[in-house]
């Protein structure tokens, strides 16, 4: 993909000199100049993206700080992906101990839940390069506080309590308002 | 995506098999329908068996064989037995049911009520809250159909999205509520027959033991009874029910359409039943780990854990039950948000002098209209089921205390019911973004409750209800 943009590049680049070129040599002399750092930074580029590269999956997640132990992470790459190892760690250098890995089929997302408070490092590879890791992606599971949990659920049960209060004493008084 | 559950071809074919059989049913119940009561309200009367029915299936929707699914995969067990809780909003109902057929014996809406109750300013801030919430109701409901389709066929999410959108059109348009209610009954069967086989299958293949073993290694909080978030979702989804029931004209206008003595019962039996079938969805979901499922979005794994152990079989029983559900559902909101538009919007606001011939004509139109629209905003698949879901609980939530109050109390009073219904949402607005969709609902809720007492108290009114009573005459 990268190659192929540019040869196209070059290609346009040359068709512009040669009409400028018949107008006026100093605008032609500059377009050279042009073209020739345009080719420069497409081979710097094509050198410092290797072919390696080029497959490497970028993965991202769809929170960094989830509070209810639950969010999505998704990878894309320059080609599709069918398989990919997908490996979860709370230790940055993957060691084996603290590692968990799952190997995802046909899709570029996963939805990861049930954690408990804690960091985690995520890295993705394709299924048959299982060395070519993306980037790590690290994930703070925090959950909310008890406290404040409770505090929630204690005000829904005083509401749920007196609303069922009051729709059953009106129930039994069948006259109530009328 | 993973399209080895079920082929193109036979979903296809599920899909037309099914479409005929609601059309045709629709068209023929339609034949019989004369007035505009037999067309909006089944004639007014409706018998306990068919009441039932019909309050249970379309209390199950494509959220309870979906949204459950991703609830118990989010929030663990917890999120399961919560999303049950949802049963609570229809046995709650039940005394309101006798209570609105007392007091509006010729009521079509709900929007009836609020209006001769409250005055036209709460009227028309409900009507708002109303319709926001039937759309986004309707958008889940589309959204399933497509979600659902693909996950076992591969076959694009548009594809399965309009034809549910279409088939439900056209049987309501052709039969109206009485059509609406013989499919539900139909559906009601199938859906509790399929998930029960579903379960049951899960049970015998994976077992309890392996699905609790792979949690505690790989999603321990799923089983933590001190999850907080699962905590504070608990009371939050009972109350999101509470208010989608008790503001919705879904459920008032089958209150009005039951016969006399039975809208009570038909409610509170309903809830009973309905109650174990989010614990069963959700369940499944619970299997997904165990089995090494891919869910890539959470709202798929229902229909990915049927399809991972029963293959092509499997994949049939979900379809088959979530195309049950969404219908049962997508219909009673159709002719319910087509009914609630007709009466106050059109006639209430628009043509306050129309016949029952024109207001029919229109009736049906409406319904075509908010399919078409509710298509066009399901193209774009912009959330989660759950995620668009709970975002209408800080809506909902915040007509509860205006309508309880309204309907037993005469203190409670027009302009302090509007600022109930607008700071509840606002605030509970808030909440989803700043807590999370498991409080929205629940904050709404409060805050609705604490504006209709500070306002009932500083606005002393009187409100006697005989002036309902003859005003509706």
Redesign the interface.
């Known amino acids: 993909m990268l190659f192929q943009r540019s040869e196209h590049s070059s290609t346009f680049g040359i068709k512009t000199l040669t009409n400028a070129n018949a107008i006026w040599p100093g605008i032609a002399f500059i377009k050279v100049l042009i073209s020739i750092r345009h080719h420069l930074l497409f081979v710097v580029a094509a050198l410092t993206v290797s072919p390696l590269f080029a497959e490497e999956l970028k993965l991202s997640t769809s929170e960094t700080e989830p509070t209810a132990g639950y969010f999505s992470l998704s990878w894309a790459g320059t080609k599709q992906q069918n398989d990919v190892l997908l490996q979860q760690s709370t230790l940055s250098s993957f060691s084996n101990d603290a590692l968990m890995q799952w190997t995802v089929s046909n899709v570029n997302s996963f939805s990861m839940s049930g954690l408990s408070s804690g960091v985690y490092y995520y890295r993705v590879a394709p299924f048959d390069k299982p060395q070519s890791w993306s980037n790590v992606v690290q994930v703070n599971v925090k959950h909310h506080s008890l406290n404040k949990a409770f505090f929630i659920f204690a005000v829904g049960a005083a509401l749920f309590s007196l609303l069922s209060i009051i729709i059953f004493l009106n129930s039994k008084n069948k006259t109530s308002g009328i | 995506?993973?399209a080895s559950f079920l082929s193109p071809a036979v979903a296809f074919s599920l899909l037309l098999v099914f479409s005929i059989i609601w059309i045709g049913l629709g068209w023929y119940l339609g034949k019989s329908n004369r007035t505009l009561d037999d067309y909006m309200l089944a004639g007014r009367k409706v018998g306990f068996a068919l009441a039932t029915a019909t309050a249970m299936a379309t209390w199950v929707t494509s959220n309870t064989t979906m949204a459950a699914p991703q609830l118990a995969?989010?929030?663990?067990v917890w999120g399961m037995v919560g999303y049950s809780l949802g049963a609570?909003g229809l046995m709650?109902f039940a005394?309101?049911a006798?209570?609105i057929k007392?007091?509006l014996p010729h009521g079509y809406t709900s929007g009836d009520f609020i209006r001769l109750r409250y005055g036209v300013g709460a009227w028309r801030t409900f009507l708002i809250i109303s319709l926001v919430y039937a759309l986004g109701w309707l958008i889940s409901l589309g959204m399933a159909g497509g979600v659902v389709v693909n996950a076992l066929s591969g076959l694009d999410y548009e594809i399965g999205m309009t034809v549910i959108l279409a088939v439900c059109v056209g049987y309501t348009m052709l039969g109206g509520l009485r059509a609406v209610i013989a499919t539900d009954f139909i559906q009601s069967i199938i859906i509790i027959l399929g998930l029960l086989l579903l379960a049951w299958i899960v049970i015998q293949q994976v077992g309890f033991q392996e699905i609790h073993v792979t949690?505690s290694d790989?999603?321990?909080?799923?089983l933590?009874l001190?999850?907080?978030?699962?905590?504070?979702f608990?009371?939050?989804n009972?109350?999101f029910g509470?208010g989608e029931i008790f503001h919705s004209n879904v459920w008032w206008s089958r209150a009005f359409a039951f016969k006399e003595g039975v809208g009570g019962k038909a409610y509170f039996i309903a809830g009973l039943m309905w109650l174990p079938i989010p614990i069963v969805a959700g369940f499944v979901a619970l299997a997904a780990?165990s089995l090494?499922l891919?869910?890539?979005?959470?709202d798929m794994?229902g229909p990915l854990v049927a399809g991972k152990l029963l293959g092509t079989a499997g994949a049939v029983i979900v379809f088959i039950v979530v195309f049950s559900a969404l219908a049962s559902s997508l219909d009673s909101l159709l002719a319910a948000t087509s009914d609630l538009i007709t009466e106050d919007i059109y006639r209430g606001h628009i043509n306050p002098t129309a016949d029952n011939q024109q207001i029919q004509r229109v009736n049906k139109f409406i319904v075509l209209a908010l399919g078409f629209f509710a298509w066009l905003l399901c193209l774009p698949k912009i959330s989660t089921l759950a995620s668009l879901l709970y975002f209408m609980g800080a809506f909902v939530a915040s007509a509860?205390w205006p309508i309880?109050?309204g309907?037993?109390?005469?203190r409670a009073n027009g302009t302090t019911a509007s600022l109930a219904m607008l700071f509840g949402t606002s605030v509970g607005l808030w909440a989803y973004f700043a807590?999370?969709f498991?409080?929205a609902a629940?904050v709404s809720?409060?805050i609705s409750?604490a504006v209709m007492l500070l306002g009932s108290i500083v606005k002393n009114a009187e409100f006697t209800?005989?002036t309902v009573?003859n005003k509706e005459r």
């Open positions: 995506m993973d995969y989010q929030l663990g609570i709650l005394p309101i006798t209570r007392t007091i949690l790989e999603r321990p909080a799923l933590n001190l999850f907080p978030a699962a905590i504070m608990l009371f939050n009972l109350l509470v780990p090494d891919s869910v890539a979005s959470a794994v509860i309880v109050l309907i037993y109390y005469g807590i999370g498991y409080v629940l809720c409060a409750l209800f005989d009573t």
